[in-house]
């Protein structure tokens, strides 16, 4: 495999890195504070009317992960980079 096409390889897999990653975490609620592991769930006694908290399992992503995201995108495209075409040498006459 050439370095240009590496090259490029590595360059789209950055894009596709940075698009998935906010795709990913404003798919599943675009939490601004960190990851959770547990989502507090309002609910209401219906014989005592009386307001209460319970805890649902489920992941919702946080800054945290599309932070990970976007920094290993920026990582893939920086590495791309190193596989540049060589630059011809000025001739001298």
Excluded: C
């Amino acid at each position: 495999m050439s370095k240009p096409a590496f090259r490029s390889i590595l360059a789209v897999g950055a894009l596709l890195t940075l698009l998935g990653s906010i795709g990913y975490w404003l798919a599943m609620g675009a939490h601004r504070g960190w990851s959770q592991n547990r989502v507090p769930v309002s609910q209401t006694d219906e014989v005592t009317g009386v307001a209460f908290t319970t805890y649902e399992n489920r992941f919702v992503p946080g800054i945290d992960v599309l932070g990970a995201g976007v920094a290993l995108a920026a990582f893939l495209f920086a590495l791309s980079f190193i596989f540049r075409s060589p630059q011809p040498l000025p001739s001298t006459p």
